[in-house]
């Protein structure tokens, strides 16, 4: 398998643009992450979707921020508008549901955002 | 309230010897798994280890032990033989076992980095 795919590696986009990060998880997990990576803030956790179906978006920082999962090999997380603190590292990652051994979670290699 | 706790602002270690990075975690549940992660300079995130909540004995991953006192609620990761290439950032994170709700988040501590001395 080719493991978590992120798209774009690396955005620059100017303040006010709506910005799209894409993920395709590893065929066959079912649970699929988004993170946000910061210097101040570590390694925060955006929102959880188990089956295609948001569980937990209370991470998400405000409206601005969306993501969809239409399907289970693709998921996409928007910023509308774009500001600049916004910049930061974007994870995806996704593993099998549940707690056991086996259900770790896989990262993608990352969307390192610049909002100018 | 925060999960999962890592204290140890850095740490540093001659190669070759062994290195304990702390994590402490809270959970009112009796099922759940403990992770950790490393992240080099380079950006990725490598999973390392896994320990069960009701696993007997402490998990191990070839020079990755994890030392885990559940009574303690803690989940210390133990690097043996360090070498160079261990130089990074390491992340404590867990997950409880799925509710009802089907939710069963990862949730990382904020990390540690070890800096490895030739």
């Known amino acids: 398998d080719a493991g978590v795919i992120q798209s774009p590696r690396h955005e620059v986009t100017e303040m006010g643009q709506e910005v799209t990060l894409r993920c395709k998880p590893i065929?066959?997990?079912?649970?699929l992450f988004w993170y946000r990576q910061t210097m101040m803030r570590g390694l925060e956790l955006l929102i959880y979707f188990n089956n295609n179906v948001p569980i937990d978006d209370s991470g998400m920082p405000e409206d601005r921020f969306s993501a969809k999962m239409p399907n289970a090999s693709f998921s996409t997380l928007k910023i509308q508008p774009s500001e600049p603190r916004d910049s930061a590292v974007y994870f995806c990652?996704?593993?099998?549901?549940?707690w056991g051994s086996g259900t770790e979670a896989f990262f993608g290699q990352g969307t390192r955002l610049t909002v100018v | 309230a925060q999960k999962i706790t890592q204290t140890q602002p850095g740490m540093f270690v001659q190669e070759k010897e062994a290195v304990t990075l702390d994590c402490t975690y809270d959970?009112?549940?009796?099922?759940?798994?403990l992770f950790w992660y490393k992240q080099p300079s380079s950006g990725e995130m490598i999973f390392l280890i896994y320990?069960?909540?009701?696993?007997?004995q402490n998990a191990t991953e070839g020079r990755y032990s994890l030392n885990f006192q559940k009574a303690r609620k803690s989940a210390n990761l133990v690097i043996s033989a360090s070498q160079l290439g261990d130089s990074a950032m390491y992340f404590c994170a867990m997950r409880e076992a799925p509710s009802t709700g089907a939710n069963s988040k990862l949730t990382f501590g904020k990390g540690i980095t070890l800096s490895v001395r030739p």
């Open positions: 959970t009112s549940d009796q099922s759940y798994g």
């Open positions: 065929s066959g997990h079912n649970s």
């Open positions: 990652a996704s593993s099998y549901r549940g």
């Open positions: 320990q069960g909540s009701y696993d007997e």
